[in-house]
């Protein structure tokens, strides 16, 4: 009974998000205020829906209900509580509902904060988000019902994939979803701005925190997914270039170049038809990285729904949806004229320069992700894009990015006037490449003296960044959070830059074979098997290993890798065994039994990578500190003070 | 032309011309760095040329997989079901890798016609199948 009730909230669902849609849309360009304000009660109905439906299948996986197919497939009676909730976005059906469910939660959010916005203009953009949700909705409902019944009910499930089974995976699609779904967000406020006609510094300053949040999320969101990599699927390997890692990277890179140029848009009223454009294009990107990992069109890692309706139809709302809004777009941009001029070495300059080489960047892992499937489509099926072109295009564009923004936070609004900035940003670098000459001399004995420029790179970045902050407290004057947020977000930038030419040159690697009491040596640490016992876990048989990890003979640690042999799927999963000592990860996985008692491992030493998962972290944080900034309060404070008639028209 | 206007000259001439190197540097970095991807059928049919390195898919023959006892080798067979290409291997293989299972692997050929692997990769998925082969499979599957 309850999965049909389950079902039944989904249809209920779409038609108040057909609602929504219809009210916030059409209501304001009726000019029926009614209608408009009838929005916000479709907004809330949806959520409610959505929402139970979301807990009427947490509560099918929890109670073992395997008459529902999804839970059958995905669950089992031996899987863990932890896994049997994260199990709900374990597969397409499931993790399709996910994403309709956050997409309420950020409908909801945008309700609740907007209350201070101008009626008509909350009323489209709630409305715009209504369209996402019918598509999502329609697509869930016609192709991925989650609450399909398997009659006769099945006696046991056919377990969660094993690869899934942990915690680092049980939290990373929930974080990258918020992020994806977050990105609508902005897109809707476009959107209205489109329909408004209009765009001023206030719209810049209402769609900043949202998009800066979305930003934040996707970030966490990425380097977990990285993380749970390295640890498990990858061997050690943090980032393969594989489709779906570019579909979650291209959205990124967008929306941080969105971010900037709101920024500009908000201080200087410049730049207007260019962040529309850029916030169209993030969630257009989003949207795109959705139909890659559902149709199964790219081989990768992550596929998991490979069916070509499914496919079809994501194509087709893509179309709908970007084309739409592109349509919109070259309506109404010309409307938004904007006439400032600004200087050559101003600070629009800088974000100008930021924003043509995120989106080259974005542009050239675009290319790289779809031509397999262009040159597909010519009868040429038999190209494949690795690394080796990644790599250095991608460096091609991000190493001018990373230099002109040292440069560039000192830069003036509209003047073009550096002068005073010379001396300490030549001090900054010179003392930043001595750093690095003597990270890559002193620690590293001179190997890769390339390095000096990824080190160099990145403290000359965390040096130019704290000189005005550290010049404002000592003449103590107030920080405000939007500057110490930038500040710590640039920080995390250098961090992960430095972490990644560390773990890019110094990592050493090597499969060994190892017989119980014989030793193997890996980047100057020896790694020495004990020997290997059999345990059981909760849903698992594993084999244990024992290693004993020296250098010059001095004991460091103990590591003990194991690979699970899950009882249902009979899959075998490996979960290394980790040590970090000084921000350098001692890792070795285990691998086969190659028979004569021997084992094969996979050793590897990694310097610096946790400071590869605390740049995101920082940035992230610095996206928080950000949003929390007064101006943002202020600004809806003021929208709260004008007259409310005021308000309908101006908007 | 006002300095205002020399000035935003000045900035789109720079923006074109950083954008065109852009593509142009992306481009041949994209020649360069392609890799190829065939199926035992397209190695039979003399598609792999010389020593070049390429991307091998396909399904892991069932009763292939050899090991040198105690050590890292091991060699086993790909197969699309239509023809055969023996690989070998020295390193640990992924979790997923099993026989009847799809995988790709990337190496190049010896002079003796054997796949020699730096790398092999197999899916998250079982029921993975390598592109092109998908269509040709028997329909029976083993496993859970």
Redesign the interface.
């Known amino acids: 009974m309850l999965p049909e009730l389950g079902h039944f909230a989904l249809v209920l669902a779409l038609v108040l998000a057909a609602l929504q849609a219809f009210f916030g849309i059409v209501g304001p360009a009726l000019g029926r205020d009614r209608w408009a304000a009838a929005t916000t009660s479709a907004v809330a109905g949806q959520f409610v829906m959505v929402a139970t439906a979301v807990g009427i299948l947490v509560y099918a996986f929890v109670n073992f209900d395997f008459s529902v197919l999804y839970v059958a497939e995905n669950s089992n009676s031996a899987l863990p509580l932890m896994y049997r909730i994260a199990a709900l976005w374990g597969a397409h059906e499931g993790s399709l509902l996910l994403w309709i469910f956050l997409l309420a939660v950020w409908t909801l959010a945008v309700a609740i904060a907007s209350r201070n916005l101008p009626e008509r203009f909350a009323a489209r953009v709630l409305g715009v988000l209504g369209v996402l949700s019918f598509g999502f909705l329609l697509f869930t409902l016609a192709t991925s019902d989650p609450f399909r019944r398997l009659i006769p009910a099945a006696a046991d499930g056919?377990d969660l994939?094993p690869?899934l089974q942990d915690p680092g995976l049980a939290v990373h699609p929930p974080v990258l979803y918020t992020g994806y779904v977050g990105l609508a967000v902005a897109f809707s406020f476009a959107c209205a701005a489109m329909l408004e006609g209009r765009m001023d510094p206030d719209w810049a300053r209402w769609t900043r925190p949202w998009t800066t949040a979305a930003w934040a999320f996707l970030t966490c969101g990425i380097a977990l997914g990285s993380w749970w990599s390295y640890y498990t699927l990858g061997?050690g390997g943090y980032w393969e270039w594989d489709p779906v890692e570019n579909a979650s990277f291209m959205p990124w890179l967008v929306a941080t170049a969105l971010i900037h140029s709101l920024a500009v848009t908000e201080k200087r009223g410049l730049f207007k038809s260019w962040t529309l454009l850029l916030a169209i294009l993030a969630f257009s990107l989003s949207l795109l990285g959705t139909f890659l990992v559902r149709s199964g069109v790219l081989?990768s890692?992550?596929?998991?729904a490979a069916d070509p309706s499914r496919g079809r139809f994501i194509l087709a709302f893509l179309g709908l949806v970007i084309g739409g809004a592109l349509t919109l777009y070259a309506w109404r941009a010309p409307l938004l004229k904007s006439n400032a001029?600004f200087?050559?070495l101003s600070r629009e300059?800088f974000l100008?320069f930021n924003n043509?080489l995120l989106v080259?960047a974005a542009a050239?892992v675009l290319?790289?992700t779809l031509?397999p499937l262009i040159a597909d489509t010519f009868g040429q099926?038999?190209?494949?894009?690795?690394p080796?072109?990644f790599r250095?295009?991608f460096l091609?564009?991000v190493i001018p990015l990373l230099l002109l923004l040292s440069v560039g936070v000192h830069a003036n609004w509209k003047r073009g006037h550096l002068e005073a900035a010379v001396r300490p940003l030549l001090v900054t670098l010179v003392v930043a490449g001595l750093l690095g000459a003597a990270v890559v001399f002193g620690a590293y004995g001179g190997r890769h003296a390339l390095a000096i420029i990824g080190f160099g790179i990145g403290s000359w970045i965390i040096l130019s960044s704290l000189l005005d902050p550290v010049d404002r407290l000592r003449r103590h004057l107030s920080l405000s959070r939007a500057v110490l947020g930038m500040t710590l977000a640039h920080i995390g930038l250098a961090v992960a830059v430095i972490a990644l030419t560390g773990v890019e040159s110094y990592t050493s690697e090597s499969?060994?074979?190892l017989?119980a009491g014989a030793s193997a040596q890996v980047g100057g640490y020896d790694f020495k098997l004990i020997g290997t016992q059999p345990i059981e876990g909760a849903n698992y048989n594993a084999i244990r290993a024992t290693v004993i990890v020296t250098r010059d003979g001095q004991p460091i640690t103990t590591l003990y890798p194991e690979s699970r042999t899950f009882w249902?799927?009979?899959?075998?999963?490996?979960v290394a065994g980790i040590y970090n000592r000084h921000g350098t990860d001692l890792f070795i996985?285990l691998?086969?039994d190659?028979?004569?008692?021997?084992w094969?491992?996979?050793a590897q030493i990694r310097p610096l990578i946790t400071l590869l998962w605390l740049g995101p972290l920082f940035m992230a944080l610095g996206g928080a500190l950000a949003l929390s900034d007064r101006r943002y309060r202020m600004a809806r404070a003021a929208a709260r003070a004008a007259p409310p008639g005021a308000r309908g028209e101006a908007y | 032309m006002t300095p205002?206007r020399r000035?935003?000259l000045?900035?789109v001439l720079g923006?074109v011309a950083?954008?065109s190197v852009?593509t142009a540097?992306?481009l041949s970095?994209?020649r360069?760095?392609?890799?190829?991807?065939?199926i035992p059928t397209?190695v039979a049919a003399g598609?792999a040329l010389g020593d070049q390195s390429f991307?091998l898919g396909g399904m892991v023959t069932a009763g292939s997989v050899r090991?040198v006892?105690?050590?890292?080798q091991v060699s086993f067979v790909l197969t699309d079901f239509k023809h055969n290409v023996p690989v070998t291997y020295?390193?640990?293989?992924?979790?997923?890798f099993r026989e009847g299972q799809g995988v790709i692997a990337h190496g190049h050929l010896d002079a003796h016609g054997v796949f020699v692997a730096d790398e092999v990769?197999a899916?998250?998925?079982?029921k993975y199948m390598?592109?092109?082969i998908a269509g040709t499979a028997p329909t029976a599957r083993g496993?859970?």
């Open positions: 056919r994939n690869l061997w081989v890692v992550h596929s998991f001029g200087d050559l300059s100008l043509i080259v050239t290319g790289g031509a099926s038999s190209l494949s894009v690795g080796p072109y250095p295009t091609l564009a499969d060994i074979a017989a249902v799927q009979q899959q075998t999963r490996k996985a691998g086969d190659l028979g004569a008692g021997r094969s491992f996979r | 205002q000035k935003r000045y900035l923006i950083g954008v852009a540097l992306a970095a994209f360069q760095n392609v890799t190829f991807y065939f397209e598609a991307r090991r006892p105690g050590s890292l020295s390193g640990v293989l992924p979790d997923l990769l899916k998250h998925d079982e390598p592109p092109k496993g859970s």
